[in-house]
T-cell receptor, first 118, second 115 residues
Framework: AQKVTQAQTEISVVEKEDVTLDCVYE???????LFWYKQPPSGELVFLIR??????QNEISGRYSWNFQKSTSSFNFTITASQVVDSAVYFC???????????????FGQGTRLTINP | DAGITQSPRYKITETGRQVTLMCHQT?????MFWYRQDLGHGLRLIYY???????DKGEVPDGYVVSRSKTENFPLTLESATRSQTSVYFC??????????????FGPGTRLTVL
């Protein structure tokens, strides 16, 4: 069975601090996809990144970076120089690569509520 | 405007009543999904559909019914609402079966309260 764990329920930091959101996943599949979504206070889900299990290169997009480590089944998300607008709930999610491997659904973690204080 | 819309955005109902949440997408995506979001659980899949008239159960289907007579619509019905169905409901769609081949888009959500 697939499972995603975000152990940090809430994180609160002061603006401009760096913050890392942890994500640990479980799957028996050799090919799978990992995702991060942002849910701002307005409630919609905003796609941030999709990563293939074969691609372990870290990715950076502006102030956002992602560290994928297959050896520890982790896909952590770091925000550098955080801003108040980064305040949101962040979800990590996992999907199988094929329909018979659970590709019909995204398995979400519980979410981490991030508050950036001015 | 193109995209996924959900209606109503907010709904309050009473235990035992039937409620239908609507989802409409303008992209003609084949695949559509219903998730519910609850504190401590993230989002969980209720039902999904691969095409018109093809639906299947997800992780938490009990108490829900879906239909898909047209590609663009995927209504979710709570036949007899219970308090445990108080949640935020998200509809989603994507064009390809394998998520690697296409983005999955989420609607804005419907906040349902069952009293």
């Amino acid at each position: 069975a697939q499972k995603v764990t975000q152990a940090q329920t809430e994180i609160s930091v002061v603006e401009k601090e760096d913050v890392t959101l942890d994500c640990v996943y479980e799957t028996r599949d050799t090919t799978y996809y990992l995702f991060w979504y942002k849910q701002p206070p307005s409630g919609e889900l905003v796609f941030l990144i999709r990563r293939n299990s074969f691609d372990e290169q870290n990715e950076i997009s502006g102030r956002y970076s992602w560290n994928f480590q297959k050896s520890t089944s982790s896909f952590n998300f770091t925000i550098t120089a955080s801003q108040v607008v980064d305040s949101a709930v962040y979800f990590c999610a996992l999907s199988g690569a094929r329909w018979d491997q659970g590709a019909q659904k995204l398995v979400f973690g519980q979410g981490t509520r991030l508050t950036i204080n001015p | 405007d193109a995209g996924i819309t959900q209606s109503p955005r907010y709904k309050i109902t009473e235990t035992g009543r039937q409620v239908t949440l609507m989802c409409h997408q303008t992209w003609s995506h084949s695949y559509m999904f219903w998730y519910r979001q609850d504190l401590g659980h993230g989002l969980r899949l209720i039902y999904y559909s691969a095409a018109a008239d093809i639906t299947d159960k997800g992780e938490v289907p009990d108490g829900y019914v879906v239909s898909r007579s047209k590609t663009e619509n995927f209504p979710l019905t709570l036949e007899s609402a219970t308090r445990s169905q108080t949640s935020v409901y998200f509809c989603a769609s994507r064009v390809k079966r394998e998520i690697a081949l296409g983005e999955q888009f989420f609607g804005p959500g419907t906040r349902l309260t069952v009293l």
